[in-house]
Each structure stands twice: as structure tokens, then as C-alpha cells.
């Protein structure tokens, strides 16, 4: 174990912490919504999947069982550049910037102007 990995704790550990922290702070800020889009503000919130493909997410949300802490480790493995995983997301997230960065940029901002309603600036970590 190296030193920032002692202190710090492992990098998915340091992932899962990320991940709680986002969701909890959505469901604070909203209690009520379904859950899958507490689980989806994690999700898009997490480069490389901010510019994924719907169909994409969807697979990974269903995967993880309305469980945020499967979804931390979804995101682990897919988001992992340094994973044979990860790298295939990081390089799909690379094309889909260069082909389509406006297509996501609204999709997402759509959503989390749905997911927030008229509460300005929220932002999350």
C-alpha cells in the first residue's frame, strides 16, 4: 500500500466515498425522487460516464439494483482507465466528445434541471 493509499485510503475506496457523498447530498436536497435518479446523478456526475451513451447508462443502472454502493463499484471498474474495462469507456467517452459533446451537454442538463427543478446553482462535488 502506498503512502497517499494509507492516508487517503485506496483509490476505490476514495471512489466509493465520492459516490456516497454525491448521492446523499441529492437526497437530501430531494427526497422523494425515484431512486434510480438519485443513482443517475452519481452516475453522470463520474467521467467517463458524463458522455456515455442513455442505452449505456441504463445497462449499468440495472446492473446495479438500485444499490449505490454496486454502483460505486460499477463505476470502479468502468471507470478505471488503468482497467481493460475502463479503457474501452475512457476511449467510447473520447469518441463521443469529439462526435456528439452538444448531444450529452444538453442531455445531461436537461436532466439535472428536471432532477433539481427550480433550485438554482446546485451543484454537487
Sequence with gaps: MGFFSAI???QEERNFRTCL???DKA???RP???ERDYLKIVLITKPPFDYQYDVILERI???CDNSIEKL???IYAFG???SPLGKDSWEARERNIKWNQNKFKERNQKFFSDFWGNQDNMSLP
Excluded: C, R, T
Design 61 to 63: 443502472l440495472d446492473d
Design 80 to 82: 478505471n482507465p488503468k
Design 72 to 74: 460505486a463499484e460499477l
Design 21 to 23: 457523498k454525491i448521492y
Design 32 to 34: 422523494g425522487k425515484d
Design 27 to 29: 437526497k437530501k436536497a
Design 8 to 10: 487517503f485510503g485506496s
